[in-house]
């Protein structure tokens, strides 16, 4: 059964023991963030955090509870998507692109179930008045303010609203368009939307400019967690996220339409931002902004959102996320990303074996690749198809390694990388387009990229010498020595 609430999962995280009530009063400016950077730094991601009481930037206490590290660990990554482990969705994504017509009639009928599984995915819109909508501020009712925003760092430019399915449209085709992007609140009417120029997002509002026309934008706060990943998720821009969440769930996502616009939204979501942005408007400043990376970015200019609209459930649980160094919640996001597409990533580059991003990395700074070597090479080409593929191509560095290396583990990928490569040899220097986030960039969102070459080299690569066989044990005396181990007690006598 999927989850279709926030407080569904919720519910859910209290149920596995990992959620955290906080009954003590907490502001929302800078103190929130702190005891939320701490919890997140436990080991495995720390506990989901309630806030029942928090604090509202006038000294007020806010009617609306915060959630914050919702995602932050492996289990409740899991049970966010309803499965035991992150890698049942890419095996389901592996059967549903292999879907060649078999032979004979009985084969046919084989194909069946998965096809019909396929036809559940689309979202349905729900009539009547959905759970989103149970209130509404209009006009001189509406007040950012009283929503407990998260002002995250000391010299962020403002209070931001994190955890978002921004909702917009493909004026010319309908195609929807649901990302996480960040929205400073500029007041009690007006937000700031980070939209980066490669970003669907902004696509849509050149389109709108194009056309003369304001376009309408829902910024979706709190919904099926489901749907919450999928805006997150690199999906193609021809692909709708509520379609992708429907998959993820095995049900679809049920919409209803917004009160001042035509775009639709999560029917049981918590609050739903409705407005506008008009193209012929000068940009605003927004930021900066404590970002993923650990530093601040840069405060750039983007457009304003004229908010037209507040909707929300009765009681709405307010959801929300901080970045910043490493480790946060945002790896585990990342990680279910990593994890969902990596059977994509193979229809391209098939020999990939598996690929991880470390938390240290900032998932795009540095990518560990472990491939079946075929050929002299073949690491270079592997590190070139990369670099061609979407939002891969913003990776800074890439390390490519035999199959049998364990990618999950940094310290067993480096110990292999650092030993097997010769710099001068088996380092690659390239140019291309990097993260905007990158401030180390020769300029603004161009760069240069490092791919390391560290499988075992072959003779037609230049490597002459004999290469050395890993150490480890012999079956024989492993078995022998796990007989003894336990009745040793070195491990459980060992507190260091």
Not at 11 to 33: C, Q, W
Not at 197 to 217: C, D, I, N, Y
Not at 342 to 364: N, S
Not at 438 to 459: L, N, Q, V
Request: glycine share 8%.
């Amino acid at each position: 059964m999927a989850l279709d609430t926030l407080s569904d999962y919720i519910a859910a995280i209290d149920r596995i023991g990992e959620l955290h009530r906080v009954t003590e009063p907490v502001s929302v400016h800078l103190e929130l963030t702190e005891i939320a950077d701490r919890a997140s730094k436990l080991p495995g991601g720390g506990p989901a955090l309630l806030f029942e009481h928090p604090v509202l930037r006038d000294g007020t206490r806010s009617q609306f509870p915060v959630a914050i590290n919702l995602f932050g660990s492996m289990r409740r990554m899991a049970l966010a998507l309803g499965v035991d482990n992150l890698d049942d969705i890419g095996a389901r994504i592996t059967q549903l692109m292999d879907l060649k017509v078999p032979d004979g009639f009985l084969g046919k009928l084989s194909l069946l179930p998965r096809l019909l599984e396929v036809s559940k995915f689309p979202p349905r819109v729900k009539g009547g008045t959905p759970a989103c909508q149970e209130v509404v501020w209009r006009g001189d009712e509406i007040d950012l303010d009283r929503i407990p925003v998260l002002h995250c760092w000391p010299e962020d430019g403002g209070p931001y609203v994190t955890l978002t399915a921004v909702v917009s449209k493909d004026p010319a085709r309908g195609i929807r368009n649901v990302g996480m992007y960040r929205v400073q609140q500029l007041g009690k009417r007006h937000v700031a939307m980070h939209w980066q120029r490669h970003k669907t997002g902004a696509e849509h509002l050149r389109q709108m400019a194009e056309r003369g026309e304001t376009m309408p934008v829902c910024i979706v706060v709190g919904s099926d967690p489901a749907s919450m990943y999928s805006a997150s998720a690199p999906l193609p821009p021809n692909i709708d996220e509520f379609l992708f969440a429907g998959f993820l769930r095995r049900e679809p996502v049920r919409l209803a339409k917004a009160v001042t616009n035509d775009l639709e939204v999560p029917a049981d979501a918590e609050f739903v931002i409705e407005g506008y942005i008009d193209p012929a408007e000068p940009l605003v400043m927004e930021g900066p902004f404590g970002d993923h990376t650990g530093f601040y970015s840069e405060a750039d200019l983007y457009p304003r959102v004229h908010v037209t609209a507040v909707t929300m459930r009765k009681n709405p649980v307010y959801a929300t996320t901080i970045v910043g160094r490493p480790p946060m919640e945002d790896f585990y996001l990342g990680h279910a990303t990593e994890r969902i597409f990596l059977p994509l990533l193979k229809l391209t580059t098939p020999e990939i074996v598996d690929y991880h991003m470390p938390a240290e990395g900032g998932f795009h700074n540095l990518v560990f690749v472990s491939i079946d070597k075929k050929y002299p090479g073949h690491a270079d080409k592997v590190m070139h198809a990369l670099w061609g593929q979407g939002l891969m191509s913003l990776a800074k560095v890439l390390v490519v390694v035999d199959k049998e290396v364990n990618v999950r583990n940094p310290v067993e990928a480096w110990w292999v990388a650092l030993n097997n490569m010769d710099p001068e040899r088996d380092v690659r220097f390239t140019m291309g387009p990097v993260d905007v986030l990158d401030h180390a960039s020769r300029a603004f969102t161009y760069g240069s990229k490092m791919g390391i070459d560290a499988t075992r080299k072959w003779p037609e690569e230049g490597f002459t010498r004999a290469w050395p066989k890993v150490i480890t044990m012999d079956d024989a005396t492993r078995q022998a020595v796990d007989g003894k181990w336990g009745r040793l007690d070195i491990a459980a006598r060992w507190r260091p």
